[in-house]
């Protein structure tokens, strides 16, 4: 399976990005997905989980409420848009599959198949 994370950039505080996570070489449906960043000199984040039928949806207290976390079956591709940006956002953003139970959503070492990473720069 492949991750390909894109749409990072740089935007001043208050502005969008949307995110997306292109997931080939494996039923896109099977597993939860979710989406960490990492500042540098930083661990690993957790930042939001869709469930595998996007009936459930978790995120970060730092993040709720600005971002939306979705799945598009058709397209095999996962998405994060991120409104009200903040220069806090400001990090490398990774989509993964969850490996393990969706009580492990925010354990970075439950996931797996992580993407290559999409830097997210947001100015004050």
């Known amino acids: 399976v492949q991750l390909q994370a894109s749409g990072g950039g740089l935007v001043q505080a208050g502005g969008s990005l949307r995110l997306s996570c292109a997931v080939s070489?494996?039923?896109?449906?099977?597993?939860?997905m979710g989406w960490f960043r990492q500042s540098p000199g930083q661990e690993r984040e957790f930042v939001a989980v869709?469930?595998?039928?996007?009936?459930?949806?978790y995120y970060a207290d730092s993040v709720k409420g600005r971002f939306i976390i979705s799945r598009d079956y058709v397209k095999n591709t996962l998405y994060l848009q991120m409104n009200s940006l903040k220069p806090e956002d400001t990090a490398v953003y990774y989509c993964a599959e969850l490996l393990g139970s969706f009580i492990d959503r925010s354990d970075p070492n439950k996931y797996g198949s992580w993407g290559q990473g999409t830097l997210v720069t947001i100015s004050s």
């Open positions: 869709v469930g595998w039928n996007s009936g459930t949806t």
């Open positions: 070489g494996r039923t896109f449906s099977r597993y939860a």
